[in-house]
Nanobody
Framework: QVQLVESGGDSVQAGGSLRLSCTTT????????MGWFRQAPGKEREGVAT????????YYINSVEGRFTISRDNAKTTLYLQMSSLKPEDTGIYYC????????????????????????WGQGTQVTVSS
């Protein structure tokens, strides 16, 4: 059974930092592309960051480039998102997702930041940034 469990969400002031974690079980993590998505109230879910199987390639949406860092520990089957210089517009529910079809497709920004590429999702963790 595939499970993804996010943690680390919190309420912080603008300029602060948070580190999100996503622990996973039930699939071969080391051969799976992974992504972080977020959804703000009244808005569609958007891809924030994605990472290749070995962690050597990453893509980000422009609005978080230079402030967020996605990483993974394949030995611990855990995904991370380090967020710095947080802004109120970063507020939302953050989800991690697993693209278990990674073996069939090359890693790309387009696929990696598209929600429909991912079959498995966590329940989300709330991030609130106040000004």
């Amino acid at each position: 059974q595939v499970q993804l469990v996010e943690s680390g969400g919190d309420s912080v002031q603008a300029g602060g930092s948070l580190r999100l974690s996503c622990t996973t079980t039930g699939f071969r993590f080391s051969t799976t592309y992974m992504g972080w998505f977020r959804q703000a109230p009244g808005k569609e879910r958007e891809g924030v960051a994605t990472i290749s199987t070995g962690g050597h390639a990453t893509y980000y949406i422009n609005s978080v480039e230079g402030r967020f860092t996605i990483s993974r520990d394949n030995a611990k089957t855990t995904l991370y998102l380090q967020m710095s210089s947080l802004k109120p517009e970063d507020t939302g529910i953050y989800y991690c997702a697993a693209d278990t079809d990674a073996v069939y497709y090359p890693f790309s920004q387009d696929r990696g930041l598209r929600a429909t590429s991912y079959k498995h999702w966590g329940q989300g963790t709330q991030v609130t940034v106040s000004s």
